[in-house]
């Protein structure tokens, strides 16, 4: 006879091979990315705090041509609207296969992630709210800082300490972090875009039409994407919608499902090219130029009673972990998920310590919610610099406590005794 529990969907349970194979290959780019992102935010708060005149110089720095779009920009506005938006077209990329092949692709699999990862977003900002509501010197327009999940700076984090995951969390962050990045771009496009020229956007938005018509009939050729993929860009940069929104847009509208005959759609085949320019250039380079944040005893004490960046270290450390964790429980409890017998809640309580880590977007977030105040702006970095260590350094202790099993989880799942490249664990269930 069937127990009552049979007919419940196993959360973090083990991944279907091809699966495995491909969180396998974009977790490897991430966390060397993770590595190269940390290294260039030390470099960054070495450069800004030891020759703070120098750093100010490069940041400053204005190179492009100011017409017809005006795109003389300084260094720094080209690391966060150019860079980033190459980071936002694998994000987007990413969302769109999750959804047509990957976790997301069914209701009762996606709720998980989902509900977390907005009850992640919701959480920080209302503690955020809160604490500024409270003080007189509140500024609430911050609310979005501590939002986001950053997974290279997580899994960075993770392979600088040593601490193994299972695939199954690392599958889960990594969805998670899809999810959070989607919402993060709504929350910019939305709350962080003004002035607004419709014109422009109307190009943009018809030169996206012409992306979608000429991939959708098959037409190929880096030589005549890319050009086109930058007008997209310097067209939504005039329109006042940040451009980054351009890199998501054209993310979703590549193919991501495997027509008869091919080995990989065409969204996961430019993914792999497009991942590692990423992860190991676009995102470290912008750590270089954002994360360069004076460091003090006097500017450290602001962090802690300033309520911007006080509800910034609140809303990572606190928030981020609470959110995700209760999110993740209700609906487990509501979907009759039932979770992994090799797994815990308390190693959920972990990943989403870890997942409260947030560095590229809350820094991006931190200058286009304060743009007329470079103090603040600079403290609220601080805050996500002292949130993300926080995070890191908590979120690695409650992993380090059961590293041994993780690793030899791993192990159980790698093993392959008959050399045939498929891993013993599948050929079991057979």
């Not at 977030?365 to 105040?373: E, G, K, M, N, T």
Request: hydrophobic share 55%; proline share 5%.
């Amino acid at each position: 006879m069937a127990s009552p529990s049979d007919d419940r969907r196993q959360f973090l349970g083990l991944l279907s091979l091809p699966e495995r194979r491909y969180l396998t290959d974009a977790l490897r780019t991430e966390t060397v990315g993770g590595v190269l992102l940390l290294a260039a935010a030390a470099l960054a708060l070495l450069w800004a705090n030891l020759w703070p005149h120098a750093y100010e110089a490069v940041l400053e720095y204005t190179v492009g041509p100011s017409r017809p779009l005006h795109l003389n920009l300084p260094l720094e506005s080209w690391a966060q609207d150019g860079l980033l938006t190459v980071f936002f077209f694998v994000a987007g990329i990413e969302l769109k296969r999750e959804f047509v092949a990957g976790e997301l692709r069914t209701p009762s699999a996606a709720a998980l992630p989902v509900v977390a990862a907005v009850c992640g977003v919701l959480l920080p900002a209302v503690l955020y709210t809160v604490v500024n509501a409270a003080a007189p010197n509140g500024h609430p327009a911050g609310w979005a800082i501590p939002t986001a999940t950053d997974i290279a700076f997580a899994l960075g984090v993770l392979a600088v300490v040593g601490s193994h995951l299972p695939s199954a969390l690392r599958a889960f962050l990594l969805t998670l972090a899809v999810v959070d990045d989607l919402i993060a771009i709504l929350i910019i496009a939305v709350f962080y875009s003004s002035g607004i020229e419709f014109w422009a956007l109307g190009a943009a938005l018809a030169g996206l039409v012409l992306f979608w018509f000429l991939h959708r009939r098959g037409v190929r050729g880096w030589w005549l994407y890319v050009p086109l993929a930058v007008v997209i860009w310097a067209l939504m940069h005039e329109s006042g919608v940040h451009a980054t929104v351009a890199g998501v847009a054209m993310g979703l509208l590549l193919r991501c499902h495997r027509e008869e005959g091919e080995e990989h759609s065409p969204g996961e085949h430019i993914e792999h090219l497009v991942r590692p320019l990423s992860a190991g250039l676009a995102v470290p380079v912008f750590a270089l130029f954002a994360a360069g944040v004076p460091v003090s005893a006097e500017i450290l004490g602001e962090v802690f009673t300033q309520p911007a960046p006080l509800g910034i270290v609140i809303g990572l450390l606190v928030g981020k972990s609470v959110g995700i964790f209760g999110g993740t429980w209700l609906a487990a409890r509501h979907t009759r998920a039932a979770l992994n017998p090799q797994l815990t809640w308390s190693d959920m309580v972990a990943l989403a310590t870890v997942a409260g880590i947030g560095f590229t977007v809350s820094l991006l977030i931190s200058d286009l919610a304060f743009p007329d105040d470079h103090h603040l702006a600079a403290l609220c970095k601080e805050a996500v610099l002292v949130g993300s260590l926080a995070c890191a350094v908590v979120g690695t202790l409650l992993l380090k406590r059961r590293n041994r099993y993780y690793r030899q989880l791993c192990a159980d799942e790698d093993r392959d005794e008959d050399g045939d490249g498929i891993p013993d664990v599948y050929q079991q269930q057979r």
